[in-house]
């Protein structure tokens, strides 16, 4: 067999590819209006986190801290929790959704959480607020289980676990996106409507590619509304793009409300696009519209200009969310690239059953390593030991071993804040394809010309 | 109900020594307005140029208050003085900081007598001392560690 | 006492102290917040944690040192590649981050045996690199890992590494600050003295409390070695383990940012009688009189005057032609804690503005009566600052700039308050005479943006100009400006390079020689 899956050898991590469990939540969490999490622990798993989000959005938002000291640390910290939601219902009227997001410090010194939204249902609600639609919702998120992966899907169970309620069968669709971009919720919804296909997004994040108004009225802040979430229940279906982020709120809602679940592909490239279509045709009934043909020709004209003549064989890196990554190295294959190394920074039970992986296992006719658990010091250690390659995928936190290593990197995933306006292009659909390829092509030809390695060739096209 | 205590509070006392605060503040009112005003401009000097008066701790500010203030008062009355030890010494660098400003910013300085800049001089030095010490509304001035 | 009650805080009385105005014949003794006090939960406030105020802001300038966070990977991604600080080892330490991975299992069962698997792993990966720090995190603290005993075990098996262990979890303390205060103290007691170092100057100082924030350090260290002193060790910006062992063999201690280090010059003071100097690297006149000041510790004030000399008469014309410029313009001066009182009087001096809001994100009351005693009447003072109270003061205030993180300038973008990163600067470095030119430069790009303009235009109800198909920033700030000074032969816009400290990095100290040498 050409390609190994395999964990890292190295028990410590050097450049971690992924943050913790309670980023994921937070990032799930601003995707919801009129939500302010609380992240119960220390304040820099809050302070970081927004800052991380927010240079990659170049945006702000809300998220807040229990502000856990040391005497909370000592004796438990249950009254922070009770504390900051009274402080933050007082302070925000519109506020009607508050996730409360362990940590592991919280988690290790045992706070109930679940104990004191009861307590704070049956005293502080009932009685300061009785008028008001409040929903405390505890997420457990200990960050020394999992990644920022798994606790973005955990939150996005835990949101449709607490909302989700059976009323009348409704004709829309659940698209649960996983950790994606605001460009990729256009394209992704541009997709269903082209399909006539009504369908509640979780996360409706398109809006944190905000304006900056005269009237300075602008705020960026997500718009899955509670009715949203209420409505999976009544779905006629729901398809969770990406099976390790949303793919077990797909999952309970199927085994709940009886909610016929797809789960993935992601719809990176052309292949996984058609793939997403054909399931969207077959759980709503409605056929693929002859303007989508176009679309996915323009694309396919576009990729046809660059696949055999530029991107043929050119060996690639990839890191980042499994989902993205395994997307991105199918994508890349249809491309005729080689992937050569693929990073998943956390270590998955599911990775071995996950269908994608085995294909590729099977079917690869190179070498190929495909590393759970991996850190950024994998991929430079290889490349330093003979890992040639011509293009590195990934997210900002890995921009050295690209700088360092003099290798052309398109930046893709979460975080990307070194280069401008990522967040605004979708990776996914036709257009995902196209910007893919395209940038691809560019981030190699300018790299070919600050190299001079046959930058000649570009002058006939 | 759940009754919500915002504890936000400090276990230090303050003022750091209310009786000092009130004696100075009584001294610094007898003051003749000319005086005070003159305490005024260097006081203000102090607080926009230098640094040395904010030591983190009460005994340390009244230590920094007095070496430097007293060295300074030496140098305006052009009275000799060689630093000995590095605390001196660094003590010294700000004196004469302090002593060629004033000597630019205060022009009645050169008309006063030793004695007179001797008696301005420490009514600068209780004003300091007042305004960072015992007047000051830093809660952690009295905490008993750095 | 004139304490300031926001709207959006009223119904919390316990902010009540947390901000003040300086009113006309106000002064410390009748205006100053409370400070440093447990955070309000839930407030949206800006403070961050004791691991990040002990690893991230005071251990990982640290250059040669491999940064090992004892925990999940969380803290250690977070706090990575989220500051400017630079070294002239190719940034070493900006690149590497290194977590120990702890998992479930280690809750369990402890994760002091993978710690040292860590260890020595970490040292492996690395080969050049000998030194260590290694951090303690609130998973770690919780469970209670023995880390100095591990690393203890570790230095006794390999005899050429050395591994500085600093206890400073994330809950441990209001801000931030409580991790300064925490690996002061662990750095004197553990490290200070353990190496003693070569003495090539009759002038050695250390400087304290500096994080070479594009550049700065180099910026400072530049004029130190042109007056002939020998920098033994830098707290911690561009700084060596070793070097740092050594701090105990300066003459002086010269202290840039008191909030986060004064602790160690403090304790220098006490333990090696090395005096203690505080100075401001910020503003023409302030670091010429710091330069004097050590120049003068020594009895070579002349070398400072030197270097003042030749600076002034370099930068002083730009800095006089944004002088112009900005003059009167509104300021928002909300760093995280040393910048309010480095810059408050000193960019209202020499660069014009008015300071109309201080804050301060995780000080203390001490670095309040600082900013406060610096910046002049009405000004606005606020201690720990959250999101609401941070909109209603800009709503009150309306500056024309402010001076904050990069999370809060998104927040002032949106309702069309320019802001330049007060933590990591725009295009710095803002220390030295040239550094603070650029800072002003910054100010004025940012102030007299055309895009800013064109931000508040309306355009289905304004009127739109259609006289030109572009502005300037010129064209805006020079629009009311007297003609003699638009058209000064004096003054000129700033002529620097893109990257200064690339030049730094090239010249080759020491360009004088010690006394003892120059003897022989």
């Keep these: 067999m050409n390609c190994e899956l395999k964990p890292k050898d190295r028990i410590g991590t050097i450049n971690p590819i992924f943050t913790c469990q309670p980023c994921g939540a937070q990032y799930a969490s601003i ?283 050119k060996r690639v890196a990839i890191y980042g969310n499994p989902d993205l990554v395994i997307g991105l190295a199918e994508f890349c294959l249809d491309l005729e690239m080689k992937p050569k190394l693929l990073l998943l920074g956390d270590e998955n039970a599911g990775y071995a059953d996950d269908p994608r992986i085995a294909a590729l296992k099977e079917n690869v006719d190179y070498p190929m390593e495909i590393v759970t658990n991996a850190d950024l010091f994998e991929l430079e250690d290889r490349i330093k030991n003979g890992l040639e390659l011509d293009l590195i995928l990934g997210h900002s936190k890995g921009r050295f071993v690209a700088i360092d290593n003099n290798i052309p990197m398109l930046r893709v995933g979460f975080p990307t804040y070194d280069r401008a306006g990522m967040y605004r292009h979708p990776v996914v659909g036709y257009a995902g394809a196209t910007w893919l390829a395209e940038q691809m092509a560019n981030v190699i030809f300018t790299d070919m010309e600050y190299k001079k390695n046959k930058e000649w060739i570009l002058n006939v096209w | ?81 060689t630093p000995q030890t590095p605390d001196e010494k660094v003590y010294w660098v700000d004196a004469v900081t302090l002593a060629r400003n004033y000597r630019k910013i205060c022009p009645w300085l050169a008309d006063m007598s030793k004695d007179e800049i001797k008696s301005l001089v420490t009514a600068l030095h209780a004003r300091i001392e007042y305004l960072t010490v015992t007047g000051s509304l830093n809660e952690e001035l009295t905490d008993q560690h750095y | 006492m004139p304490y300031h009650e926001f709207d959006c805080s009223k119904c919390l009385p316990e902010r009540q102290k947390h901000a003040v105005v300086k009113g006309a014949g106000d002064n410390l003794t009748t205006a100053l917040p409370l400070g440093y006090l447990n955070t309000i939960p839930g407030s949206i406030s800006e403070r961050g944690c004791a691991y990040c105020g002990a690893k991230h802001v005071i251990g990982t300038p640290m250059k040669d040192v491999i940064h090992m966070s004892h925990g999940p990977v969380g803290c250690t991604y977070d706090t990575w590649q989220t500051k400017r600080y630079i070294s002239d080892n190719n940034n070493f330490q900006l690149k590497y981050t290194f977590a120990t991975d702890v998992r479930e299992k280690h809750i369990v069962f402890g994760a002091e045996a993978m710690l040292k698997q860590n260890i020595i792993e970490a040292f492996k990966a690395c080969p050049d690199i000998k030194r260590m720090t290694i951090y303690q995190t609130c998973a770690t603290a919780l469970i209670g890992d023995d880390i100095n005993a591990v690393a203890q075990e570790v230095m006794d098996e390999m005899p050429d590494v050395d591994i500085f262990v600093c206890n400073s979890p994330g809950f441990g303390g209001p801000s931030q600050s409580g991790g300064h205060h925490k690996i002061n103290i662990a750095w004197i007691n553990d490290k200070v003295g353990t190496v003693e170092p070569e003495i090539t100057s009759d002038y050695v ?77 910020f503003g023409f006149e302030p670091l010429a009189q710091s330069l004097r000041k050590i120049g003068m510790f020594f009895g070579i004030e002349d070398r400072a005057e030197a270097i003042i000399a030749e ?145 508040l235009v309306d355009i289905s109800k304004d009127e739109i100009a259609t006289d030109r198909g572009f502005l300037t920033q010129r064209l805006l700030s020079d629009r009311t400006l007297a003609e003699e000074i638009r058209t000064s032969t004096r003054l000129r816009e700033y002529t620097g390079t893109y990257d200064p400290i690339a030049a730094l990095r090239k010249k080759n100290p020491p360009y004088f020689t010690p006394m003892a040498a120059a003897a022989e």
């Design chain 1, 31 to 313: 995707g919801i209006e009129d939500c302010i999490g609380i992240v119960h622990g220390g304040q820099g798993c809050v302070m970081f986190v927004r800052l991380l989000i927010s240079q990659h959005l170049k945006e702000s938002f809300e998220i807040a801290s229990s502000s856990v000291h040391e005497d909370g640390a000592v004796f438990g910290a249950l009254d922070r929790v009770e504390e900051a939601v009274d402080v933050l219902l007082m302070r925000y009227p519109n506020v009607k959704v508050v996730p409360i997001i362990t940590t592991c410090s919280t988690e290790v010194i045992g706070d109930d959480v679940d104990g004191v939204v009861t307590k704070l249902q049956d005293e502080l609600l009932s009685v300061k607020y009785p008028d008001r639609e409040v929903h405390l919702i505890p997420i457990h998120t200990p960050s020394f289980v999992g990644s920022m992966v798994t606790g973005y899907d955990v939150a996005v169970r835990d949101f449709v676990k607490y909302f989700s309620k059976k009323d009348k069968p409704s004709f829309k669709l659940n698209l649960i996106t996983g950790w994606v971009n605001p460009g990729d919720v256009k394209e992704l919804k541009h997709l269903l409507a082209e399909m006539q296909v009504d369908a509640t997004v979780l996360f409706e994040i398109e809006s944190f590619d905000s304006p900056l108004m005269p009237d300075k009225s602008a705020v960026s802040h997500g718009s899955t509304t509670i009715q949203d979430l209420v409505g999976t229940a009544d779905a006629q279906g729901t398809i969770a793009l990406n099976r390790y982020e949303g793919g077990q709120a797909a999952k309970w809602l199927q085994t709940r409300w009886d909610v016929p679940a797809i789960i993935g592909p992601t719809p990176i490239g052309i292949r996984n696009t058609d793939t997403f279509l054909r399931n969207v045709k077959e759980m709503t009934g409605k056929p693929i519209p002859e303007s989508l043909v176009r679309e996915r020709g323009i694309a396919i004209d576009a990729i046809t200009d660059l696949a055999h003549m530029f991107l043929a064989d």
């Design chain 3, 311 to 455: 600076e002034t008469a370099r930068w002083k014309p730009e800095l006089d032609w944004y002088k112009e410029r900005l003059k009167g313009k509104k300021v928002c001066l909300w760093p995280g804690g040393s910048k309010l009182w480095h810059w408050a009087h000193a960019i209202e001096e020499e660069m014009g503005v008015k300071v109309v809001s201080v804050y301060t994100k995780f000080g203390h009351q001490g670095d309040m009566e600082k900013g406060i005693a610096r910046c002049g009447e009405d000004a606005l003072a606020i201690d720990d600052p959250n999101e609401l109270e941070g909109l209603e003061a800009m709503e009150r205030l309306k500056p024309d700039v402010i001076f904050t993180g990069k999370r809060p300038g998104e927040v002032a973008k949106k309702i069309g308050v320019p802001y330049l990163n007060a933590h990591a600067y725009h295009n710095g470095p803002w220390k030295g005479w040239e550094g603070w030119v650029r800072f002003a430069r910054d100010i004025y790009n940012a102030i007299y943006s055309p895009i800013h303009q064109l931000a």
């Design chain 2, 1 to 81: 109900m759940t009754k919500i205590t915002h504890s936000v509070v400090s276990d230090h006392p303050f003022p750091n020594d209310a009786a000092a605060a009130d004696a100075a503040l009584a001294a610094w009112e007898a003051l003749d307005d000319v005086t005070r005003d003159r305490v005024d401009v260097m006081v203000d000097w102090i607080m926009k140029y230098c640094l040395w008066q904010f030591h983190s701790r009460a005994w340390d500010r009244t230590r920094q208050n007095a070496g430097i203030l007293s060295i300074t008062a030496t140098l305006l009355c052009d009275e000799p003085y």
């Design chain 3, 205 to 281: 100082i250390n400087y304290v409390g500096e994080y070479n924030i594009q550049g700065d350090q180099e910026v400072m260290l530049d004029y130190f070695t042109r007056m002939g002193i020998q920098v033994l060790s830098t707290f911690t910006g561009n700084g060596t383990y070793d070097g740092l062992r050594a701090m105990h063999r300066a003459h002086l201690n010269v202290l840039e940012c008191a909030r986060s280090a004064e602790y160690i010059c403090n304790e220098l003071r006490a333990r090696y009688g090395i005096p203690r100097l505080d100075i401001d690297g």
